[in-house]
């Protein structure tokens, strides 16, 4: 009688493709992310450097949310990475005037610096922790998103009702759901949840882009930076 390998050759054949196929999403992701990152800080610079009205910000962001259903919608053409790079470009440069304001604070530019420390530990920290342990961390993503809708309605709440202890909650919600997106996109990638690198990079950006400005916000409330 012939012994028969337990694993027949396509199924240990498709496991090779999956995790190859895995593996190369994650590369791309991660070079897309660097460069588009970079490119943010280009454009923030480019804004800074021109002092721009906060009002300005204000349209920037918007025009942005309006290129996030544009860089969807193309995520799977040759249009997706240009759609990417306007989508963040713009984005970056709305960070412009909130920079200016905190950089015109008492240590300003040392809290901006640790903001950025602080989102560089948490997101390369959280996703070592993720790409290490290879947990399936989906099951957090019903609980993320109430998270995250709570925390948008309490902020357009707290527009009206100018609440600062509100505020610095709101803040510490969201930098906690940031991080907790963090695992959960990390993990979509590792289990192929998502295949697409374009529509992962801007998952990831978003919670970077949000972790810092929220984190910004505590550091200089917390400094008394921000009164």
């Known amino acids: ?11 240990s054949s498709l496991g ?3 995790i190859v196929s895995t593996n190369k999403v994650l590369k791309n992701t ?3 992310l660097g460069m588009t990152l970079a490119f943010s800080a280009v454009t923030a610079s480019i804004t800074m450097a021109l002092n ?8 920037l962001m918007l025009v942005g949310f309006g290129l996030l259903f544009v860089v969807n919608r193309m995520a799977d053409t040759a249009k997706g990475l240009p759609a990417i790079f306007a989508f963040t470009g713009v ?37 070592a922790y993720a790409l290490t342990t290879r947990k399936d961390f989906s099951y957090m993503g019903g609980f993320l998103m109430v998270g995250l809708i709570v925390a ?6 707290n527009i009206f009702l100018g609440i600062p202890a509100l505020s610095l909650t709101i803040s510490a919600a969201i930098v ?19 295949t697409n690198y374009i529509r992962a990079t801007v998952s990831l ?15 200089t409330a917390l400094t008394g930076g921000d009164d």
């Open 16 to 18: 090779i493709g999956d």
């Open 205 to 219: 950006y978003l919670n970077i882009y949000n972790l810092f400005l929220n984190l910004l916000h505590l550091l």
């Open 91 to 127: 984005m970056g440069a709305s960070l412009g005037p909130t920079l200016n304001y905190y950089v015109a604070l008492p240590g300003g530019p040392s809290l901006i610096m640790q903001a950025l420390g602080g989102t560089a530990i948490v997101f390369f920290g959280l996703s």
């Open 1 to 11: 009688m012939s012994n028969k390998p337990v694993f027949s050759s396509s199924t």
């Open 30 to 32: 991660y070079m897309l």
């Open 176 to 194: 906690m759901v940031m991080s907790g997106l963090i695992l959960f996109d990390t993990s979509r990638i590792i289990h192929g949840g998502e």
């Open 52 to 59: 721009l009205p906060h009002m300005f910000a204000l349209v």
């Open 152 to 157: 948008i309605v309490a902020g357009i709440a």
